[in-house]
């Protein structure tokens, strides 16, 4: 039966996506500000949790944050030629100030490149000053005529790593410790999502970058999500700030940029590649609460039995799990069992007068949320069976995760059989197609190349656009 | 004799912090971007620091974060009468995106009142909604001619707390709290730095508030720095915004807002208060690196010998200290010193040949940076002595600034003492006095009422101005 509020997935997934932000309160339409939303407490405490496990891996990595303006000189994006060509038709302009005119408007940050490149320019002066590896947590804003809650807003909240390099090797392997250290150890360890590794194509790849690198997601229908980005910018922005430095030998060089973020689109994808018709499933590693209780009693008698073995119970768990208890009166058990169900805690407690007698409790399991996912456990030693669980829970949304990934992943060996594989999923092909192919294909099946995987194929194949014979595969997906 | 680069306090204590602000390389002049600054990462780290402590106790009071949108339409500004006032003069305005002007344009915050009461508008219903305990951590803007680094900068970051109450009690508790549980514990404990909890007058309170509250430190030089401010909007916000919930018997009623904010210029009063003419001083608990390990050797032989115990010393510190070891080359042990100095790491030890030899070690504090903060302690157990030390240096530095404040504040009986006192510090007087009798002090004189101090003396006296007799003391003096 499906639950009030929520469209089933299989009859519509875009609304049943709309469905789950607003039944687990995560987010508002903020109807006056163009494009944007409101991240509401329940979706912020998930934002929160995504932070604190991407700042310890960002800064066990060497990095340190700073914070940059949000303003950048409407000048500077111009200094990179397809930098400006990317971001000028998307920015938000500040032109007065003070209720005068400004002499030179300013562009409210879409991505910092330009900013912090000007400023590297100053900081950076010897090979002793290198490598320069600073981070920044910041909102940015887009405009965007077609917003989604947390996939595609205005403005959004993310890091953006930005660092300075001797080498153009120095540069490269730091693109890929972001790429693989922080962003896909985070993503697959706290967000229980596995993602596929690989280099953008030319027409893929970030404004003004050398090389681009992502990782990329397959949701519930899908469709493919871009987690992270990270990008090798060679040169390019080096020489449009003049970042220079005197290495070794006095000689003046150019120095190698990297830049690299994750967003609070991470939120959507999170939503869209676990939960269910019942409601959000949170990892256990990011639930702002891991365990919900509730006592259930008809009497005052009963009331002070289960609330004091609910005490009792619960007496050892602060510092090691991160609960709730919902004595809230006036409410069924029942009302609560789906109020927590929909908000996606991954484990409930439920404690009665039985459970009291017998020593036991109920033990629910969000990811599933049948008969089958339910036992009684004895309360000896709960804390540690819930602390299992958790870690079973974890570990089965991302397996189940994978396996639709498997699952939803084909080859085709022809454009016709791409064309109808990519309404399944991941479809990978043998490609040797230039960027006008891409565009074509775009435009015709309306899917894209998400990345050239680094797993790649030992024999080589038939490119399915232009016939020729390579060793290259990428996968094509409809994307996010 | 003076330091390198460091201006001494007495000889122009302006000039002092601002040398203090680069030598410890804390922040950058963003001269690109008006009256803004590049927040470095050593600055940045005392904030992450900062936001820790305040987070914690944001969220140990009830409240939860959440993060509402950087622009607002302009018309909301003028919803509240005595806000626009105050706000209207000093907003940036985007009017352009996507290349195409706005109907209407938005300003970027400088405050959110406005737009959060629109949201709250929308989110309250009835009595079971409240209390609303939110608060925000953001960037706003405020455009300002005179910048100075953390204290006065057009964009600055901040947490702004936005509440909605059931009554006026309710509300006025709740500002309370944020002004002593929050605040004051936060500044007074992990600033090292005593406040004077109080009220603002009239003149001096928030443009839109009922009662605004604020904390007030003194500073070096004497003035005055408003170190945090929390509002009872009473139901000026509600009605602008329209906040109305139905109470239990049914009755519509509009609620009782307040808000709170404390923000980087708090970095700006930890610099001025506790920092000497060495450079920067940051209090232990605050501090990102509380431990610098200077090794010293001239040879081969005894750099790996130092090193040995080095790694042996510092082998339980992990999770109980936060340290570094300075093992940079080429770099003499003099120079580091005056580097950690400057950068105000609250404790430095040295471990040369003769203390292997000894199995103790020399242990410098940075408070006292002369021949009494310098001690040779034994390696056993120095762990524990550092820990203490931190503790002592933390108590000192707050005694210290305490005593400062104690021995610069004055009470005048008459205008013409409260002019000459002003010049030292924080002047006490009897004050029954209007806005107007305010605003020519301020011109004559440059000093403002601070607060009405929560602590009154119990006999009453005569109002410097009216000679009326009253109960009432107000502090003046020149503030940041």
């Given at each position: 039966m499906p639950k009030e509020g929520i469209t089933p997935r299989a009859q519509d997934y875009s609304q049943w996506y709309l469905d789950i932000v607003q039944q687990a309160d995560l987010a508002d339409y903020a109807e006056v500000v163009r494009g944007c939303i409101v991240f509401k407490p329940n979706g912020y405490a998930i934002w929160e949790?995504?932070?604190?496990?991407?700042d310890d891996r960002i800064k066990a990595t060497g990095h340190v944050n700073a914070y940059f303006p949000l303003l950048i000189p409407k000048s500077f994006l111009m200094k990179e030629a397809e930098h400006v060509e990317g971001f000028a038709p998307e920015v938000a302009e500040v032109t007065h100030a003070s209720g005068e005119e400004l002499a030179e408007p300013y562009v409210i940050r879409p991505t910092s490149e330009t900013i912090i490149g000007y400023f590297y320019a100053k900081w950076v002066r010897s090979w002793r000053d290198l490598p320069l590896l600073i981070n920044q947590w910041a909102n940015v804003m887009r405009w965007e005529m077609r917003p989604r809650p947390f996939l595609r807003t205005a403005e959004f909240l993310w890091q953006e790593g930005h660092t300075v390099h001797a080498t153009e090797e120095d540069a490269e392997r730091e693109t890929l410790v972001a790429l693989n250290e922080i962003y896909a150890d985070f993503v697959e360890k706290e967000m229980a999502l596995p993602v596929i590794k690989g280099r953008k194509t030319e027409k893929e790849k970030f404004a003004g970058a050398l090389r681009s690198y992502a990782l990329e997601a397959i949701m519930q229908d899908g469709r493919a999500l871009q987690a992270a980005t990270s990008h090798n910018l060679g040169q390019n922005f080096a020489k449009a700030f003049d970042i220079?430095?005197?290495?070794?030998?006095?000689?003046?060089?150019?120095?190698w940029t990297t830049s690299w973020g994750i967003s609070?689109?991470?939120?959507?994808?999170?939503?869209?590649?676990?939960?269910?018709d019942e409601g959000l499933i949170i990892p256990p590693r990011l639930a702002p609460t891991q365990v919900v209780v509730v006592p259930i009693h008809k009497?005052?008698?009963?009331?002070?039995?289960?609330?004091?073995?609910?005490?009792?119970?619960?007496?050892?768990?602060k510092g090691h799990l991160r609960f709730k208890i919902d004595d809230r009166e006036q409410l069924?058990?029942?009302?609560?069992?789906?109020?927590?169900?929909?908000?996606?805690?991954?484990?409930?407690?439920?404690?009665?007068?039985?459970d009291v007698q017998k020593g036991s409790v109920a033990v629910a399991r969000r990811d599933m949320p049948g008969r089958e996912g339910k036992a009684f456990v004895p309360q000896a030693g709960l804390r540690d069976h819930i602390t299992n669980?958790?870690?079973?829970?974890?570990?089965?949304?991302?397996?189940?995760a994978l396996r639709f990934r498997e699952e939803h992943t084909?080859?085709?060996?022809?454009?016709d059989e791409l064309k109808a594989l990519v309404e399944k999923g991941f479809v990978r092909v043998y490609w040797a197609g230039s960027t006008e192919d891409e565009r074509r294909i775009q435009t015709e099946i309306k899917a894209t190349t998400r990345v050239i995987p680094f797993e790649q194929p030992e024999q080589?194949?038939?490119?399915?656009?232009?016939?020729?014979e390579t060793k290259q595969q990428v996968i094509f997906a409809r994307a996010y």
């Open positions: 949790a995504m932070q604190r496990g991407l220079t430095f005197t290495d070794q030998t006095n000689t003046v060089q150019h120095g609070t689109r991470l939120i959507g994808a999170l939503i869209m590649a676990h939960s269910d009497n005052e008698t009963e009331r002070s039995a289960v609330m004091a073995a609910v005490e009792q119970i619960t007496s050892d768990w069924t058990p029942g009302f609560k069992f789906n109020e927590w169900e929909l908000k996606g805690i991954p484990v409930r407690i439920e404690v009665g007068p039985k669980l958790l870690t079973e829970i974890q570990q089965n949304l991302y397996d189940r084909f080859e085709a060996s022809s454009y080589s194949g038939t490119c399915i656009i232009t016939g020729k």
